[in-house]
């Protein structure tokens, strides 16, 4: 047993589902973040429970093969809450195919399917295209960054390593003009001051839209001409707005998102198809590894051209438009009205018209569509981290879809759905990987299902 605030020497084992490392302590289990297997590490006890204690790392007395050169940095705020940061970059992708197959057999109680090696990113750095920084004021400064592990502290770091680096030129241009004017920070506990937040959208043609959030209740004229200064200083901003957030939340952009100057929206394209990407849009982050994921998906269909295609959970309809530059027809299922309009305004745009928008929730709309006699061959799903509830699952095998595809940003709501699936005859054929989030342990992934 260890006791809090005891510091220990601990050997680690094995990176366990979640990213963080796992060493035994006289047959104890500690978790350690940022750990890497083969550490040989001094680790300060922060939290002890009756089967297993959690500790930080103190010091780094030999490294784990994995980790990278640069054995200075230990903590979360080192590597600007990266948690997968201290692994070389093929050791990330090993132990994200690693904790996938975990969370199948463990969870969704599958032992005999083939998980593909991770599909990883050619540049692991600079590939957010989105970008939320919240401002503090710390010495007299304003400045803007990252929480601090479980915490609503500020740390800022010279170059943001996954903000695009267009993104990072124009969050530093607009801290040395707000310095200078002295824009007061907003202060959570107080409820006063202007500055909350400040968020940049970029695109592959290297332009980018500003969002100043500000805790006002309307735009002042001052915060425009800083705004005007910043673009007449950094060309590639093409869009910009306020968004007025005067509430006490932890939610970043405000209700009113006030357009300041330029064009309403700035588009990214993927497989042909252009898309509006407003302050509210919701669009991936990581758009060369999404062109990869949903390539796979696409491909995981047999006979596509001959197949109806419910895309469920479609939002803006994003992937029911690439499926329909291939399918026969795809109906796109979303709850949230104004994503339907969003995905009707794209389809028109881009001249689509083998694509139906359905309004509403999946277990209600799919039985629906299917006792209006709509021939349905095959359904893709991409729901959100929660997964998808079991009504749904069970409304799909009642409607005897053959074929699934199952996009999950996590593989342990995919695992518990693919074992509703089985219980219903489904067979989880096959699963891809996709790294999506280089430096952190997350995963997304892609599973073929057939009935």
Known sequence: MVKKFEIIVLKIDKIVNGGEGLGYYNDFAVFVPMSVPGDILKVKIISVKKTYARGLIEEIITAGEERIEDTAKISFEDFQGCDFGMLKYDAQLKYKKLMVEDVLKKIGKIENVSVEDVIGSEDPYHYRNKIIEPFRKSKGEIISGFFKRKSHDVFEVEENILNSRLGNKIIKELKSILNREKVSVYDENEHKGILRNVMVRTNSKNEAMLVLIINAVKVEKRYKDILMELKNKVEEIKSIYISLNPKRTNVALGEKNIFIWGEKTITEEIAGINFNISPLSFFQINLPQTKKLYNTAVNYFEDLENKNVVDAYSGTGTLAMILSKKAKKVFAIELVQSATNDGIKTAKENKIENIEFINGAVEDRLPELIKKGEKVDAIIFDPPRKGIDESSLLKVAESNIKEIVYISCNPSTFARDAEIL?????????????????????????GRFIR
């Open 422 to 446: 089985s219980r219903q005859g489904y067979t989880l054929e096959k699963v891809q990987p996709v790294d999506m989030f280089p430096g952190t342990a997350h995963t997304e992934i892609v």
